[in-house]
């Protein structure tokens, strides 16, 4: 049902045989983005976004964190650091809710959860917090001074 909802709010998505989330395509193709799926879980729906954080920017986005959650108040904005992986900044929208849910609630949920996400992650890329797509083509030094 809930893929059907997406259909029909144009978003477009897939259901992934491993995890059997909806994974958000148009969130995905954006720049610094790793991931972004819509969970339903017992409480409600959470849809997710996982952006690639540059690790020499670690510290200026956890420095950030505070202004950005009140910049996006209905996202839920925080690091994922493990070690052996590239920190992530995980950005999630939070929908609680029960039986009863109508087509008209869930596409307004997606809808500004999705423009939220998206609006996030050009201002982090604009910050020079995630990996971005101009950095990987840029030539990198033959050698390393010491």
Do not use: N
Request: hydrophobic share 45%; aromatic share 6%.
């Amino acid at each position: 049902m809930l893929e059907r909802w997406l259909e029909e709010a144009r978003v477009h998505c897939y259901v992934c045989e491993h995890c059997e989330s909806l994974h958000i395509a148009d969130l995905r193709s954006l720049e610094g983005v790793i991931d972004s799926r819509l969970l339903l879980e017992p409480f409600g729906l959470v849809l997710t976004t996982e952006l690639e954080i540059r690790p020499m920017a670690l510290l200026a986005v956890s420095a950030d964190i505070g202004r950005l959650s009140m910049e996006y108040p209905t996202l839920k904005i925080f690091l994922d650091i493990v070690d052996d992986a590239t920190p992530q900044l995980i950005v999630a929208g939070v929908f609680p809710c029960a039986s009863g849910l109508v087509p008209e609630q869930f596409a307004s949920f997606t809808g500004l959860t999705m423009q939220a996400s998206r609006q996030l992650a050009q201002e982090c890329l604009g910050l020079d917090y995630l990996f971005s797509a101009e950095a990987a083509a840029e030539p990198r030094p033959a050698s390393i001074l010491h």
